[in-house]
Protein backbone atom coordinates (compact mmCIF):
# COMPACT_ATOMS: atom_id res chain seq x y z
CA UNK A 1 0.00 0.00 0.00
CA UNK A 2 2.66 2.23 0.73
CA UNK A 3 4.21 2.10 -2.79
CA UNK A 4 0.85 3.38 -4.17
CA UNK A 5 0.58 4.91 -7.54
CA UNK A 6 -1.97 7.22 -8.20
CA UNK A 7 -3.64 6.56 -12.29
CA UNK A 8 -6.30 8.89 -12.72
CA UNK A 9 -8.12 8.97 -15.84
CA UNK A 10 -7.53 12.05 -17.98
CA UNK A 11 -10.07 14.90 -17.27
CA UNK A 12 -12.02 16.67 -19.86
CA UNK A 13 -11.55 20.11 -18.46
CA UNK A 14 -14.20 22.23 -20.70
CA UNK A 15 -16.87 19.57 -19.14
CA UNK A 16 -16.08 21.26 -15.79
CA UNK A 17 -17.58 24.49 -16.93
CA UNK A 18 -17.56 27.52 -14.73
CA UNK A 19 -15.46 27.35 -11.18
CA UNK A 20 -15.43 29.10 -8.00
CA UNK A 21 -12.74 28.76 -6.08
CA UNK A 22 -13.50 29.93 -3.13
CA UNK A 23 -10.60 31.09 -0.51
CA UNK A 24 -10.24 33.50 2.25
CA UNK A 25 -12.86 33.27 4.48
CA UNK A 26 -13.66 34.77 7.95
CA UNK A 27 -11.87 32.14 10.02
CA UNK A 28 -8.39 32.75 11.98
CA UNK A 29 -6.74 30.66 9.10
CA UNK A 30 -7.86 32.85 6.53
CA UNK A 31 -4.47 33.95 5.77
CA UNK A 32 -3.36 30.15 4.80
CA UNK A 33 -6.27 30.02 2.45
CA UNK A 34 -5.82 33.66 0.53
CA UNK A 35 -2.08 31.04 0.05
CA UNK A 36 -4.12 27.70 -0.64
CA UNK A 37 -6.48 29.22 -3.17
CA UNK A 38 -4.14 31.64 -5.29
CA UNK A 39 -2.61 28.03 -5.89
CA UNK A 40 -5.09 26.51 -6.53
CA UNK A 41 -6.99 28.88 -8.75
CA UNK A 42 -3.33 29.70 -10.88
CA UNK A 43 -2.72 25.74 -11.22
CA UNK A 44 -7.08 25.24 -12.26
CA UNK A 45 -6.37 28.25 -14.91
CA UNK A 46 -2.81 26.95 -16.20
CA UNK A 47 -4.89 23.73 -17.47
CA UNK A 48 -7.88 26.04 -18.90
CA UNK A 49 -10.34 25.36 -16.59
CA UNK A 50 -12.53 28.83 -16.61
CA UNK A 51 -12.05 29.55 -12.83
CA UNK A 52 -12.00 32.59 -10.81
CA UNK A 53 -11.77 33.69 -7.05
CA UNK A 54 -14.57 33.97 -5.26
CA UNK A 55 -14.00 35.34 -1.06
CA UNK A 56 -17.25 34.76 1.14
CA UNK A 57 -15.88 36.92 3.36
CA UNK A 58 -16.23 40.23 0.91
CA UNK A 59 -19.10 38.09 -1.46
CA UNK A 60 -22.29 36.92 -0.67
CA UNK A 61 -22.60 33.13 -1.33
CA UNK A 62 -25.69 33.31 -3.34
CA UNK A 63 -23.85 35.02 -6.07
CA UNK A 64 -22.46 32.13 -7.04
CA UNK A 65 -25.85 31.54 -8.57
CA UNK A 66 -25.57 35.08 -10.49
CA UNK A 67 -22.10 34.30 -11.52
CA UNK A 68 -23.29 30.88 -13.53
CA UNK A 69 -21.39 28.43 -11.13
CA UNK A 70 -20.61 24.95 -12.38
CA UNK A 71 -18.43 24.33 -9.33
CA UNK A 72 -16.97 25.03 -6.79
CA UNK A 73 -13.27 24.50 -5.17
CA UNK A 74 -13.32 24.66 -1.70
CA UNK A 75 -10.13 26.02 -0.47
CA UNK A 76 -11.23 27.75 3.34
CA UNK A 77 -9.82 26.40 6.25
CA UNK A 78 -11.35 26.21 9.70
CA UNK A 79 -14.59 27.61 10.80
CA UNK A 80 -16.87 28.98 8.15
CA UNK A 81 -15.50 27.11 5.70
CA UNK A 82 -14.54 23.60 6.10
CA UNK A 83 -17.18 22.90 9.46
CA UNK A 84 -20.11 21.69 7.13
CA UNK A 85 -21.67 25.68 7.12
CA UNK A 86 -20.28 26.56 3.55
CA UNK A 87 -21.11 22.72 2.59
CA UNK A 88 -24.74 23.27 3.86
CA UNK A 89 -24.88 26.56 1.67
CA UNK A 90 -23.60 24.74 -1.26
CA UNK A 91 -26.37 22.28 -0.85
CA UNK A 92 -29.07 24.59 -0.69
CA UNK A 93 -28.21 26.50 -3.99
CA UNK A 94 -27.56 22.90 -5.62
CA UNK A 95 -23.93 23.67 -6.40
CA UNK A 96 -20.86 20.96 -6.51
CA UNK A 97 -18.30 20.74 -4.29
CA UNK A 98 -15.14 19.38 -3.33
CA UNK A 99 -14.17 17.12 -0.18
CA UNK A 100 -16.34 15.94 2.59
CA UNK A 101 -20.29 16.59 2.78
CA UNK A 102 -22.32 18.58 5.62
CA UNK A 103 -22.16 15.86 8.65
CA UNK A 104 -18.20 14.57 8.22
CA UNK A 105 -17.56 18.38 7.53
CA UNK A 106 -19.00 19.07 10.61
CA UNK A 107 -18.00 16.24 13.01
CA UNK A 108 -13.84 16.48 11.48
CA UNK A 109 -13.64 19.65 12.43
CA UNK A 110 -15.06 19.23 15.79
CA UNK A 111 -11.48 17.30 17.44
CA UNK A 112 -13.79 15.94 19.76
CA UNK A 113 -16.76 14.88 18.27
CA UNK A 114 -14.23 12.99 15.87
CA UNK A 115 -12.01 11.22 18.95
CA UNK A 116 -15.46 10.21 20.39
CA UNK A 117 -16.53 7.98 17.17
CA UNK A 118 -13.12 7.33 16.30
CA UNK A 119 -12.60 5.78 19.84
CA UNK A 120 -15.92 4.26 19.53
CA UNK A 121 -15.39 2.15 16.41
CA UNK A 122 -11.81 1.22 18.31
CA UNK A 123 -9.24 3.49 16.42
CA UNK A 124 -6.65 4.58 18.92
CA UNK A 125 -6.52 8.10 19.63
CA UNK A 126 -4.63 9.79 22.27
CA UNK A 127 -6.87 10.20 26.09
CA UNK A 128 -8.79 13.43 26.59
CA UNK A 129 -10.88 15.50 28.66
CA UNK A 130 -12.67 18.28 27.92
CA UNK A 131 -12.85 20.98 29.63
CA UNK A 132 -14.51 24.56 31.00
CA UNK A 133 -12.28 26.43 33.28
CA UNK A 134 -8.45 26.79 34.38
CA UNK A 135 -9.15 24.51 37.81
CA UNK A 136 -10.65 22.06 35.54
CA UNK A 137 -7.72 21.87 32.95
CA UNK A 138 -5.15 21.44 36.31
CA UNK A 139 -7.29 18.42 37.33
CA UNK A 140 -6.93 17.17 33.47
CA UNK A 141 -2.85 17.67 33.71
CA UNK A 142 -3.42 15.64 36.50
CA UNK A 143 -5.83 12.68 35.12
CA UNK A 144 -3.83 12.45 31.66
CA UNK A 145 -0.09 13.04 33.21
CA UNK A 146 2.59 15.85 31.27
CA UNK A 147 3.10 16.65 29.12
CA UNK A 148 -0.88 17.30 28.22
CA UNK A 149 -1.64 19.58 24.54
CA UNK A 150 -4.51 22.35 25.49
CA UNK A 151 -5.95 23.57 21.89
CA UNK A 152 -9.47 24.82 21.17
CA UNK A 153 -11.51 22.28 19.75
CA UNK A 154 -12.08 23.58 16.91
CA UNK A 155 -9.49 25.28 15.21
CA UNK A 156 -7.27 24.26 12.74
CA UNK A 157 -3.37 25.05 11.91
CA UNK A 158 -1.84 24.77 15.40
CA UNK A 159 -3.65 27.88 16.92
CA UNK A 160 -4.01 28.42 19.96
CA UNK A 161 -2.37 25.29 21.02
CA UNK A 162 -0.01 24.70 24.05
CA UNK A 163 1.99 22.21 25.50
CA UNK A 164 1.77 21.86 28.99
CA UNK A 165 4.26 20.18 31.40
CA UNK A 166 3.53 22.07 34.39
CA UNK A 167 0.47 22.82 36.43
CA UNK A 168 1.32 26.70 36.78
CA UNK A 169 1.11 26.82 33.07
CA UNK A 170 -2.29 26.21 32.74
CA UNK A 171 -3.70 29.10 33.39
CA UNK A 172 -1.89 30.62 30.04
CA UNK A 173 -2.96 27.49 27.97
CA UNK A 174 -6.26 27.47 28.67
CA UNK A 175 -6.72 31.44 27.82
CA UNK A 176 -4.69 30.98 24.56
CA UNK A 177 -6.97 27.69 23.98
CA UNK A 178 -10.15 29.65 25.09
CA UNK A 179 -9.95 33.09 23.21
CA UNK A 180 -10.41 30.60 19.88
CA UNK A 181 -13.63 28.65 21.31
CA UNK A 182 -15.06 28.16 24.39
CA UNK A 183 -14.98 24.24 24.17
CA UNK A 184 -11.10 22.92 24.87
CA UNK A 185 -9.48 19.72 24.86
CA UNK A 186 -6.54 18.78 26.75
CA UNK A 187 -4.94 15.56 25.14
CA UNK A 188 -2.53 13.27 25.82
CA UNK A 189 0.81 14.00 24.81
CA UNK A 190 2.04 11.40 22.59
CA UNK A 191 6.14 11.14 22.61
CA UNK A 192 7.09 9.95 19.51
CA UNK A 193 7.50 10.61 15.37
CA UNK A 194 5.12 13.11 13.96
CA UNK A 195 3.37 11.78 10.77
CA UNK A 196 0.66 12.89 8.09
CA UNK A 197 -1.34 10.34 5.67
CA UNK A 198 -3.43 11.90 2.69
CA UNK A 199 -6.23 10.13 1.71
CA UNK A 200 -7.50 10.75 -1.66
CA UNK A 201 -10.82 9.22 -3.34
CA UNK A 202 -9.91 7.55 -6.92
CA UNK A 203 -12.95 6.58 -9.14
CA UNK A 204 -15.06 5.75 -6.65
CA UNK A 205 -12.19 4.23 -4.08
CA UNK A 206 -10.50 5.83 -1.45
CA UNK A 207 -6.69 5.30 -1.60
CA UNK A 208 -4.09 6.31 1.21
CA UNK A 209 -1.21 8.38 -0.38
CA UNK A 210 2.16 8.06 0.79
CA UNK A 211 2.82 8.54 4.37
CA UNK A 212 5.19 11.89 5.23
CA UNK A 213 7.06 11.96 8.40
CA UNK A 214 7.81 15.91 9.94
CA UNK A 215 10.57 16.65 11.52
CA UNK A 216 10.52 20.33 13.12
CA UNK A 217 13.05 22.39 14.66
CA UNK A 218 12.58 20.72 18.47
CA UNK A 219 9.71 19.08 17.70
CA UNK A 220 7.74 22.23 18.08
CA UNK A 221 5.09 21.83 14.61
CA UNK A 222 3.90 25.01 15.11
CA UNK A 223 1.82 27.83 12.86
CA UNK A 224 4.78 29.63 12.61
CA UNK A 225 7.00 26.49 11.20
CA UNK A 226 3.94 25.38 9.17
CA UNK A 227 3.61 28.18 7.04
CA UNK A 228 6.43 30.67 7.44
CA UNK A 229 9.85 28.95 7.72
CA UNK A 230 11.77 26.44 5.65
CA UNK A 231 13.25 24.80 9.13
CA UNK A 232 10.72 21.61 8.86
CA UNK A 233 12.02 18.71 7.36
CA UNK A 234 9.15 16.82 5.74
CA UNK A 235 10.20 12.97 4.25
CA UNK A 236 8.76 11.39 1.77
CA UNK A 237 9.46 8.84 1.10
CA UNK A 238 9.01 8.51 5.21
CA UNK A 239 12.11 6.22 5.62
CA UNK A 240 10.01 4.09 8.08
CA UNK A 241 9.43 0.62 8.13
CA UNK A 242 7.26 -0.75 4.98
CA UNK A 243 4.58 -2.37 7.87
CA UNK A 244 4.32 0.88 9.45
CA UNK A 245 3.60 2.68 6.73
CA UNK A 246 0.98 0.27 5.57
CA UNK A 247 -0.24 0.48 9.27
CA UNK A 248 -0.60 3.90 9.39
CA UNK A 249 -2.21 4.46 5.72
CA UNK A 250 -4.51 1.40 6.87
CA UNK A 251 -6.16 3.15 9.93
CA UNK A 252 -6.13 6.43 8.27
CA UNK A 253 -8.19 4.98 5.96
CA UNK A 254 -10.49 3.56 8.70
CA UNK A 255 -11.00 6.96 10.01
CA UNK A 256 -11.77 8.50 6.81
CA UNK A 257 -14.74 6.11 6.12
CA UNK A 258 -15.85 5.98 9.92
CA UNK A 259 -16.38 9.75 9.65
CA UNK A 260 -17.96 9.34 6.07
CA UNK A 261 -15.31 11.40 4.53
CA UNK A 262 -15.06 11.76 0.45
CA UNK A 263 -12.91 13.18 -1.77
CA UNK A 264 -9.52 14.38 0.16
CA UNK A 265 -8.64 14.85 3.41
CA UNK A 266 -5.31 14.46 5.62
CA UNK A 267 -4.89 12.79 9.20
CA UNK A 268 -2.06 13.86 11.49
CA UNK A 269 -0.76 10.34 13.20
CA UNK A 270 1.53 10.45 15.96
CA UNK A 271 4.06 7.22 16.30
CA UNK A 272 4.69 6.64 20.10
CA UNK A 273 8.71 6.29 20.89
CA UNK A 274 7.93 3.62 23.54
CA UNK A 275 6.49 0.53 21.09
CA UNK A 276 5.56 2.05 17.51
CA UNK A 277 2.07 2.58 18.18
CA UNK A 278 0.33 5.11 15.94
CA UNK A 279 -2.62 7.57 17.55
CA UNK A 280 -4.67 9.47 15.47
CA UNK A 281 -4.87 12.75 16.46
CA UNK A 282 -7.15 14.65 14.06
CA UNK A 283 -8.14 14.86 10.46
CA UNK A 284 -8.36 17.49 7.82
CA UNK A 285 -11.09 17.94 5.23
CA UNK A 286 -9.89 20.89 3.88
CA UNK A 287 -6.15 20.52 4.10
CA UNK A 288 -3.76 22.96 2.62
CA UNK A 289 -2.45 23.55 -0.55
CA UNK A 290 -0.03 26.16 -0.20
CA UNK A 291 3.77 26.13 -1.05
CA UNK A 292 4.35 24.25 2.38
CA UNK A 293 1.48 22.10 2.16
CA UNK A 294 1.75 18.28 2.64
CA UNK A 295 -0.71 16.84 0.56
CA UNK A 296 0.74 17.96 -2.89
CA UNK A 297 3.70 17.12 -1.64
CA UNK A 298 2.46 13.14 -0.96
CA UNK A 299 0.50 13.25 -4.27
CA UNK A 300 3.98 13.85 -6.19
CA UNK A 301 5.30 11.02 -4.53
CA UNK A 302 2.35 9.10 -6.20
CA UNK A 303 2.54 10.39 -9.68
CA UNK A 304 0.45 13.34 -9.77
CA UNK A 305 1.42 17.07 -10.24
CA UNK A 306 0.08 19.92 -7.98
CA UNK A 307 -2.23 21.04 -11.30
CA UNK A 308 -3.11 17.08 -11.50
CA UNK A 309 -4.43 16.85 -8.19
CA UNK A 310 -6.06 20.13 -8.25
CA UNK A 311 -8.06 18.90 -11.79
CA UNK A 312 -8.69 15.72 -10.21
CA UNK A 313 -9.88 17.20 -6.62
CA UNK A 314 -12.15 19.64 -8.81
CA UNK A 315 -13.46 16.99 -10.71
CA UNK A 316 -14.86 14.83 -8.04
CA UNK A 317 -16.87 17.76 -6.29
CA UNK A 318 -20.36 16.81 -5.45
CA UNK A 319 -23.68 16.72 -3.18
CA UNK A 320 -24.89 14.91 -0.72
CA UNK A 321 -27.93 15.38 -2.06
CA UNK A 322 -27.31 15.12 -5.92
CA UNK A 323 -29.89 17.16 -7.75
Known sequence: MSNVHVNASPIDVASLGRVAVLFGGTSAEREVSLMSGSGVLKALQSQGVDAFAFDPAERPLQELKAEGVSRCFIALHGRGGEDGTVQGALELLGIPYT???????SIAMDKVMTKRIWRFEGLPTPDWRMV????????????LGAPMIVKPAREGSSIGLSKVTDVSQCAAAYAAAAQHDPEVLCEQFIEGE????PV???EGEALALPVIRIVAPGGNYDYQNKYFTDEVKY???SQLDADEEAEIQRQVLRAFK???CRGWARADVMIRKT???????EINTSPGMTGHSLVPMSAKAAGLSYEQLCVHLLASASLDQPA
Open 99 to 105: GSGVMAS
Open 235 to 237: LCP
Open 258 to 260: TLG
Open 200 to 202: LTV
Open 194 to 197: ETTC
Open 275 to 281: DRQPFLL
Open 132 to 143: GSVAECEHALVA
